[in-house]
């Protein structure tokens, strides 16, 4: 059968590994296995959603609150912004679609950082757009102020802080690079990793209100996937300037965010204790890394997320030191296919980095 020509060259996405599939594949108990390869909250989630879920699940025969009026509230009163500038996505990934569907076609160009999240790529694609890439690993923006004068993309990406790379942008830098985009040309801010990053440098903190009052062609992204830890809900959404956001709306299909998820974003919103202690372990966790990699003279890229890259020395295969590790229960991210021989490693609770410590320092 022939398919749409459009997507003959789309890479499936490569989801970290379940623990289920480690399970069946290498007969290890799942209580032995350890996943750090996709970002999660190890933490769980605020106790206080699973209370709440429980009620929902009595009655799920009613449709969901198409309107969501109870996370819009939540979101614009957090981040004081008005409802009309919030649409809400299965993940913050399903925004990513919709905008690029509003925004580009088959004669467009997408400018993305050399290595970024993967979703952009595979999106554009589906769109038949053009990638184009900067060369810098991190977010150079005068190169890509330059490619952006080039290239006259349709739409920019920056991924602040980037994954898989962890680095971020410094807010200042990221105003005035904005300053000098066209109105006509829409910039995605992927914050997915903001509450991690504003915690440990506000001087790399994005407010989406600081966006919204000052450009009506950016949009920002956030989840309840990291931080928050609901990756299994599948909840993010996008702010901006009430003109894309109707756009956007016309391309989301109806309850398109289930009831239950709702209410666990909602809920996992108001807990802001939760979220924070999440943040502060992360961070006390990391130190370890850094330590761990200063001792053993291994190069880290400072990191302002829930997850550390590592850069093997040319010796050393990250493809191979990944399958190792998998093949003892324990799952990380093989940067391989992003040209880096570098693994990303989520920062665990204390007993998972040390047990990630003793296998990969056996390893190398
Ligand atoms: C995890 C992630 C997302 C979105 O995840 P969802 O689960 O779809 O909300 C978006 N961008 C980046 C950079 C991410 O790492």
Redesign the pocket.
């Known amino acids: 059968m022939n398919f749409n020509k459009k997507l003959e060259n789309v890479k499936t996405y490569e989801a970290g590994k379940p623990i289920e599939l480690v399970v069946r594949e290498f007969g290890i108990e799942a209580k032995d296995i350890i996943k750090l390869a996709?970002?999660e909250n190890p933490y769980g989630c605020s106790k206080k959603v699973q209370n709440a879920v429980v009620d929902i699940v009595t009655n799920m025969a009613m449709y969901p609150d198409d309107s969501m009026t109870k996370l819009k509230t939540g979101l614009s009163k957090r981040f004081e912004v008005k409802d009309e500038n919030i649409i809400i996505?299965?993940?913050?990934?399903?925004?990513?679609e919709f905008l690029m569907h509003a925004k580009a076609n088959c004669n467009s160009k997408i400018l993305i950082n050399s290595v970024?999240?993967a979703?952009y790529e595979i999106y554009a694609k589906h769109v038949g757009a053009e990638i184009v890439r900067t060369s810098s690993q991190h977010h150079d923006l005068e190169e890509f102020y330059t490619l952006y004068k080039k290239e006259k993309p349709d739409v920019i990406f920056l991924?602040t802080?980037?994954?898989?790379t962890g680095d971020a942008i410094d807010t200042q830098d990221m105003f005035e690079f904005l300053e000098k985009i066209d109105k006509d040309t829409l910039v995605v801010v992927?914050g997915?990793?903001m509450e991690y990053c504003q915690a440990k440098d506000t001087r790399k903190k994005i407010e989406p209100k600081k966006i919204l009052e000052k450009y009506e062609n950016v949009i920002y992204?956030?989840?309840?996937?990291?931080a928050y830890g609901l990756?299994g809900m599948?909840?993010?959404y996008g702010i901006a300037d009430s003109k894309i956001i109707k756009e956007l709306y016309k391309l989301r299909p109806p309850f398109n965010v289930t009831t239950l998820s709702l209410e666990a974003a909602s809920v996992a919103l108001a807990d802001e204790e939760f979220v924070n202690d999440s943040v502060s372990r992360n961070f006390k966790e990391m130190k370890r890394y850094v330590e761990m990699t200063k001792k053993e003279n291994i190069s880290i890229i400072n990191s302002y997320?829930n997850f550390v890259t590592l850069c093997l020395k040319e010796n050393q295969n990250s493809t191979k030191i990944s399958k190792e590790l998998l093949q003892r229960g324990m799952i990380v991210r093989d940067l391989s296919g992003y040209n880096m021989n570098a693994i990303r490693v989520t920062v665990g609770t204390t007993e998972q980095n040390t047990k990630f410590f003793e296998l990969f320092l056996k390893l190398l």
């Open positions: 996709s970002n996505g299965s993940g913050s990934d399903q925004v990513i970024t999240f979703m991924c802080p980037n994954n898989p992927d997915a990793y992204l956030g989840t309840f996937s990291k990756g599948r909840v993010g997320t």
